[in-house]
């Protein structure tokens, strides 16, 4: 492996482990927000997608990916693409596990296929275990939480209230 | 409020704009009342009924200036101006916004916003599900993003109505009273204005009266479950919203949303 084959894969690295701003515990590859990678000369091109529309978060994380970029001398190009919509089901099994052991719970799969059809989902009658204890006898106390990619549930077993990422 | 306008002189949108300040035009209707309705949602962030509330009015109107900033981007892009969403938000005056007059009105109680809310979040998913195939590609994605985000939105003003509707004898009477007070506010919705009738002739856009049905039936039969009454037509109804023609409260509230940048042009943080 020549030097600079080593520089463009370390550089890789570093942008698909770039730290969710909301949720430091899951990278931006794991959430399934990082869409592509490309490494041209110099420049380092990155075509982000937002979960939400609104999301405040995006623009830290392109300061973010232009932060570890600017530390491998090279300079990045962030491309924040619309098209195809960002959908929970991107997410990876780490990113799943990763959520859960900090204590939100994972979106349930198969949104980006309900949400393609015409048929909405009844959002209030799901079955979510609880992070801490896994009981799945657990309520939804408000569809929205502290940010726009999560609602706020509590288990009805440890009584404890927890955090839900949205399938969307 | 008033019916038609008697213009002297030249009506504003007396020319239908083509091609880019078409698209440009429209996406600017459907950005001003994404903006505007933000704009009343972030007011109710400490005033209501409970803390969750706060946090999910907050974030139904982050979705909204999510959208709007993406449709007033694409407008300042095709446009030939060369504004930026900040320029379209902040520097543009009251006459120039192309919102209805139902984003406009001032907050009222909880079940006002609800009965708002579950009306416009039905017309919105209606409206951005048909988008999806519109010929403008910026346009097709900011819908598809925003119809899941829309869904939601939906969901949670219905499942209020039906607690409110179907709750106390209070809380029956204030959601039915809140159904009367957003009527004559609706209508305004379904107009095919001249815009929206260019662009959903040129496969831009999409004619507002075909939303028409599939939103009131979905209202309706909600409003039914919720063991309340669906109004019977009002005596009167607003109109004039997308030839910028709005109520007093607008200058209030544009008053609210654009001093602070109006203040301080061109600012940095």
């Known amino acids: ?168 | 409020m008033s019916g038609d306008v008697t213009w002297v002189g030249k009506a504003p949108e007396s020319v239908v704009p083509e091609g880019d300040s078409l698209v440009a035009a429209y996406c600017l209707q459907l950005g001003d009342d994404a903006l505007i309705y933000a704009q009343r949602l972030g007011e109710w962030i400490s005033r209501a009924p409970q803390i969750e509330e706060d946090m999910a009015l907050g974030n139904i109107g982050l979705d909204l200036l999510g959208q709007a900033r993406a449709l007033l981007t694409r407008s300042g892009e095709l446009d030939g101006t060369g504004r930026g969403e900040d320029d379209l938000a902040y520097f543009r005056d009251e006459r120039e916004f192309r919102c209805v007059h139902l984003v406009q009105q001032p907050r009222g109680d909880f079940a006002f916003e609800m009965a708002r809310m579950v009306w416009f979040a039905a017309y919105q998913r209606e409206l951005y599900a048909a988008l999806t195939g519109s010929s403008d590609p910026v346009l097709a994605a900011i819908a598809a993003k925003a119809v899941k985000e829309v869904d939601y939105h939906r969901d949670h003003a219905e499942q209020w109505v039906l607690r409110l509707g179907d709750g106390t004898q209070e809380s029956h009477e204030r959601m039915q009273a809140a159904l009367e007070v957003v009527l004559p506010y609706l209508a305004e919705l379904f107009d095919d204005d001249a815009v929206s009738s260019a662009a959903a002739e040129a496969g831009i856009g999409v004619l507002p009266s075909s939303l028409h049905d599939a939103v009131v039936a979905r209202v309706a039969a909600l409003v039914e479950r919720a063991t309340l009454t669906l109004p019977d037509d009002s005596r009167w109804r607003s109109r004039g919203g997308r030839r910028g023609v709005h109520d007093q409260c607008m200058g209030y509230l544009l008053a609210e949303m654009q001093h602070i940048a109006r203040s301080h042009p061109g600012a940095t943080w």
């Open chain 1, 1 to 168: 492996m020549t030097a600079a084959t080593r520089a463009r894969t370390d550089v890789v690295a570093a942008v698909r482990a770039v730290p969710d701003p909301e949720v430091p515990v899951i990278s931006i590859e794991d959430l399934g927000i990082l869409r592509s990678v490309e490494v041209d000369g110099e420049v380092v091109r990155v075509v982000i997608t937002p979960t939400y529309s609104g999301c405040p978060a995006m623009r830290a994380i392109e300061d973010g990916i232009g932060a570890v970029v600017a530390a491998h001398g090279l300079r990045a190009e962030v491309d924040v693409r619309l098209a195809p919509a960002w959908t929970t089901d991107w997410m990876s099994e780490r990113g799943r596990d990763a959520l859960a052991r900090f204590g939100i719970a994972p979106p349930q799969p198969g949104a980006g296929v309900a949400a393609a059809g015409p048929v909405s989902l009844d959002l209030s009658v799901r079955r979510v275990a609880c992070p801490l204890c896994g009981s799945e006898h657990t309520e939804q106390i408000s569809r929205f939480g502290s940010t726009s990619c999560k609602a706020l549930r509590r288990c009805l077993d440890c009584h404890e209230p927890f955090e839900e990422f949205k399938a969307i």
